[in-house]
Structure formats: structure tokens, C-alpha cells
């Protein structure tokens, strides 16, 4: 009796055309009955320049018909999410000063102008039991109404349609003007660290920027320098900055005015680095889809130059086929040769922001004598490296983090650096914009 009122629903239901959605990777029923009070969360995303994964979060915008040499001409957000129905999605951008606090600007604040709900949302593939939804947005485009007028830093913030309190993901990007000039140049110096006491290999940054004569020199307020990927980790030069009061371990600036709309910005004390670790998931025959815990086949351990080559701290599009595109629950094994270091260690890279957090800080196991940590990452090809430095369990992050101690330093590498001119314009209610963009390789 049980079994046939089961498929007198059954029909009813399939009649109708309403069969429900599919549940956590392809669960329904019981399963999906346990799933109905979980939370929509995003696991993983990407902002890059639209057509291309590895290419920056730089959107450039027109003067006068003429765009910027450097950045794209729309941006394309892609994440995964974990919901317990289709979710209903909004972007919202939100213009943000040269410290990335959101300008108090109606003007250029236009919110009406400046979200979009034109989300394209897939589900998951079948084989996938650790996410529902895939999203994507590209931006700015012909037929949306969203409009990008103003250059600057901008927060992309993805909110709940119904509840735009709701903030589902935030993350940055650069809207930039050709409004200024740059030369870029990198060369060799010495690199003193916190921890260590020997000098090691450096590098020094020289960014000579020229204005347009349309601006005014003393409106120039800062240059920002960023390795290509760890966009929440500027380097900050501001106008008159001097080096006499260099912290030990920590980058120096050094502002140089010329002559009329011309001035020579210096960053030194900056690391030569490594080139970074490199993590294929994508490669089934060392990362088979067992459902459970898998690690690296052989531990890391602290390194010089590597014969590797990265993607500058960028995650390049790998295909997957369905059945294995997912998450896996992974785990970083770091061989210190058995010896406990004094410092904090936490892994970061392209799964994470470059960021040291506390969901990836690494702890050392007595048992086996390496320092671990574990987590959840998208199955594609990533970046990664080792950070020491001092946890700060108040703040939730890693202080003084310093990659050389366990990634080396080596004038062999090449590094990826982007800078961008902040200009105080005092029209329109005010505000800062970029005016210029450059990049050069170390």
C-alpha cells in the first residue's frame, strides 16, 4: 500500500512539471529534506578580465575615445555556491577611496546604476556533492543597464536579491582612466627580513608617472603597488612619503617630485621571491575522486630556485568533466624535517586570496612530525605557497608574513607587479580616481 501511494505521487508530481531541484550533488528525498535549513555560502570565485582567467580585475573606461593600454573592457565574476534552492542573485558595485573605504559620494555612488541581477546560474554536475550552483556575471555590458562612469577602487559585492543585507561574496577591482603616464622599472637590491638577520636577495620598483595637462599636480595623492593576484595587499606610496622610518622586515617608499606633472615613486625592501608551488588538481592520476582526504604524493619542503615557472599568482582554466568536477577535501603536508619553527605557519594562494586566514593557518602534528592543514578546494589548477610570521588570534590573521623563510629568494624568479596613480579630483562632490595603470616583470 505504502509503495503504491509512493508512485501515485510520484506521477502526480511528474505531471505537473514540477520535479524538484537537485539537492547537493544529485541528493533528494531524506537527504535533501536534511539539507532544507543550510545556509547559501560561496566556496570558491573568480573576477578577471572577461575571455581570459589569468588576466587582472582591471576595468578600463574611456577619456576622450582614448582607454587605458593596460585592462579589459568588461569583467567576468564566476563562483560556486552551496543553496538549498535556485538562488536569486544581485550585484552590487560600490566605489571605494585610494584605502578601499566606500566613497560618501551620491554622485558616484549611483546604486541605481551600479547593480545588476543578470546572473547566469547553473547546477552543479551530477558527479559533484560539495556544491549546488555555479553563477557567472560579465559586466559591463551593451544591453544592461549598469553603468561604469567613474575610475577608481570598487568593491563587486554579491547580495541576496530578497535580503540584500545578505552578502554572499566581496571582493576588489580597479576601474582605470588614461589620464596619466607610467614607466615602470625593477632592479636588483637586498631584501632584509624580520626573522633573519643576513641580507638576502631584494628588489627596488621605480614608477615614474606623468600627468595629463588637464590635472593638476597637487592634486596627486598616492601609487599603489600590488604582485599580480594579491589584490587585498597593496603596497602604498603616498605623496612625500620618506624611508627614515623604515620598520625592519617591511617595505620602504620613497616620493620623488620632478618638475611640472612629473614625479619618480621608489618601493624597495621588496622580497626577489620564489616562483610559486604549483597544484594541479585537475590531474586525476595523482588527485583520483575518492571521496575522501587526499594529499600531495610526496610532503613539501622549504626550497630555493625551483625549475618551475607560475602563472603569476593567477588560476589558469583546466577542463574537468562532470563527473569529476567538484571539491576535494584536501591536505597540505609541510616536512620541516621534524623540527617545530618558532614562527606561525599558514598556506595561501590562488583558493584563498593570497590571504594567511585562519581556515588555512597549518598545525603541527606530533605523530608524523609535519605541519598540516586542511580544507576544501576547487578542483583546477592553483598557486600556492608557505607564509611564517606571528598569528594574531584577535585579528584572525598572520602578522609579518614573510614567504622567503620557507620559499627562498632567488633573482631567477620573475614576479608580476601592477601600479596605480590615485588622483583626488574635487568635482562631482569628490573623489579619488586612477588616472593611470602600469605593470612590469621583475
Known sequence: MQHLQSLILFLLVLASGCIPPRQQGGRTGGEADGEAAKLTRVLWYRLHGAGEVTTAPILRIPINGKRAGIGSDALTLTFDLQAPSIPNLTLQLIHCDRDWKPTQNVFVQDATRLQSSDFTVSIAPFGATHYDYSAAITFPT?????????????????????????????????????????????????????????????????????????????????????????????????????????????????????????????????????????????????????????????????????????????????????????????????????????????????????????????????????????GLIKRAFHEYQYVAGTWDEDAGTLRYPDATLLEGNSRQSSQLFYAFVYYAETTSGGYDRIVGVGAVVS
Open 142 to 374: 551593451g544591453g544592461s543597464l549598469l553603468r561604469i562612469e567613474h575610475s577608481g577602487n570598487y568593491l563587486a559585492r554579491v547580495v541576496d536579491y530578497f535580503n540584500p543585507d545578505n552578502v554572499l561574496l566581496e571582493t576588489r577591482f580597479f576601474v582605470v582612466e588614461p589620464s596619466a603616464a607610467l614607466r615602470m622599472a625593477t632592479y636588483s637590491d637586498f631584501y632584509e627580513t624580520r626573522q633573519a638577520t643576513a641580507l638576502q636577495t631584494g628588489l627596488r620598483v621605480n614608477i615614474e608617472t606623468e600627468l595629463d595637462f588637464s590635472l593638476f599636480s597637487t592634486q596627486l595623492r598616492a601609487v599603489h603597488l600590488y604582485n599580480s593576484g594579491a589584490w587585498f595587499s597593496p603596497m602604498v606610496a603616498n605623496v612625500g612619503d620618506q624611508f627614515d622610518s623604515l620598520e625592519r622586515g617591511s617595505y620602504w617608499t620613497r616620493w620623488n617630485s620632478a618638475f611640472g606633472t612629473k614625479s619618480v615613486v621608489e618601493f624597495g625592501n621588496i622580497p626577489a621571491g620564489n616562483e610559486h608551488r604549483l597544484l594541479d588538481l585537475t590531474d586525476l592520476s595523482y588527485y583520483p575522486s575518492t571521496g575522501g582526504l587526499i594529499s600531495t604524493p610526496l610532503s613539501d619542503q622549504p626550497r630555493q630556485w625551483p625549475n618551475t615557472i607560475d602563472n603569476n599568482g593567477m588560476a589558469p582554466e583546466r577542463y574537468v568533466g562532470d563527473i569529476d568536477n567538484d571539491y576535494l577535501y584536501f591536505q597540505f603536508r609541510l616536512d620541516l624535517f621534524g623540527q617545530k619553527a618558532k614562527e606561525d605557519i599558514c598556506v595561501v594562494g590562488t583558493f584563498n586570496n593570497w590571504l594567511p586566514t585562519r581556515d588555512w593557518r597549518m598545525f603541527y602534528d606530533e605523530k608524523t612530525g609535519y605541519y598540516l592543514a586542511r
